[in-house]
């Protein structure tokens, strides 16, 4: 299992406004990839300019997959937003363990 997490830093909340629609887009596009077991942004309820991102992958092969797909929305909000920093990470892992459950 593939868990990738992320961070992205925009320069004001009206550019979160901006970009949010597209990051909805592409969660909603990602999710439909094989291999996505979980694919989502939230916002930081400290940092309002900032989001966060949650991915779950099958395999290293399919998310590498997923990163090969053209996306051109997500593309040109990459190269336009006013991101002031951004880091994306991933990790292998074993089995799941549950730490809550209700």
């Keep these: ?4 997490t992320g961070t ?6 009206s550019e979160v406004e901006q970009v949010t629609q597209a990051l909805i ?15 989502s ?4 309820l400290e940092d309002p300019t900032e989001i966060c991102l949650t991915e779950k992958w099958e395999s290293v092969e399919l998310l ?5 797909i ?4 997500f593309t ?6 006013k991101i002031t920093r951004a880091i ?3 990790n292998e892992t074993g089995e799941d363990r549950v730490l809550m459950k209700r």
Aim: charged share 25%; hydrophobic share 40%; glycine share 4%.
């Design 1 to 4: 299992m593939i868990i990738v």
């Design 8 to 13: 992205v830093n925009f320069e004001s909340l």
């Design 25 to 39: 887009n592409r969660a909603q596009r990602s999710r439909k990839d094989a291999g996505c077991v979980c694919y």
């Design 41 to 44: 942004f939230s916002k930081n």
């Design 64 to 68: 590498q997959a997923h990163l090969e």
């Design 70 to 73: 053209v996306d051109e929305e």
């Design 76 to 81: 040109t909000l990459l190269g336009t937003a």
């Design 88 to 90: 994306v990470v991933s």
